[in-house]
């Protein structure tokens, strides 16, 4: 018999938690129990921290409500945590972001860029549904042929 316990320390990726940096704007599911009912209660806000460690990651996520900052942490692995979905990447030049704290929540926004997208938009096609793809196909009426477009040059 072996004393291999690895197996208990390993993390196990789950698909359902985006990997977030620090930044980020995210929405995070977590399972309420009040009594005997369960609720599932969405938490946005901005990624301040992020801690590694397997088992023990963790990730705190700052939000101001009503002109009062509210900050929670997360475990990865937690149970609770049903999935997090990452609304806006931050482009940050640091890990911890505490120095959030003292600014008010509209300067908060000023302090994150948004990461420009890697592909132009204009690249970029996006499938519609039947109805507009079939509005798409129709022709266009041509425009009527005035003197403005001709006489200019």
């Given at each position: 018999?072996?004393?291999?316990?690895?197996?208990?320390?390993?993390?196990?990726?789950?698909?359902?938690?985006?990997?977030?940096?620090?930044?980020?704007?995210?929405?995070?599911?977590v399972k309420a129990k009040e009594g005997e009912?369960?609720?599932?209660?969405?938490?946005?806000?901005?990624?301040?921290?992020?801690?590694?460690?397997?088992?023990?990651?963790?990730?705190?996520?700052?939000?101001?409500?009503?002109?009062?900052?509210?900050?929670?942490?997360?475990?990865?692995?937690?149970?609770?945590?049903?999935?997090?979905?990452?609304?806006?990447?931050?482009?940050?030049?640091?890990?911890?972001?505490?120095?959030?704290?003292?600014?008010?929540?509209?300067?908060?926004?000023?302090?994150?860029?948004?990461?420009?997208?890697?592909?132009?938009?204009?690249?970029?096609?996006?499938?519609?549904?039947?109805?507009?793809?079939?509005?798409?196909?129709?022709?266009?009426?041509?425009?009527?042929?005035?003197?403005?477009?001709?006489g200019r040059e």
């Open positions: 018999m072996t004393n291999d316990i690895r197996w208990l320390t390993e993390s196990k990726r789950r698909p359902s938690i985006a990997p977030v940096h620090p930044g980020d704007r995210v929405k995070v599911s009912k369960e609720r599932t209660q969405v938490f946005h806000g901005v990624v301040i921290r992020v801690r590694k460690g397997g088992n023990n990651a963790s990730f705190t996520v700052r939000q101001v409500a009503y002109g009062i900052g509210v900050e929670r942490t997360f475990f990865v692995n937690s149970p609770y945590v049903e999935k997090v979905e990452v609304t806006q990447h931050g482009d940050v030049r640091r890990a911890r972001l505490f120095y959030l704290r003292g600014l008010s929540s509209k300067a908060t926004r000023a302090k994150l860029k948004a990461k420009a997208k890697a592909i132009a938009p204009e690249l970029v096609v996006e499938e519609g549904t039947p109805e507009e793809e079939a509005i798409l196909e129709e022709p266009q009426p041509a425009e009527s042929s005035g003197s403005d477009a001709e």
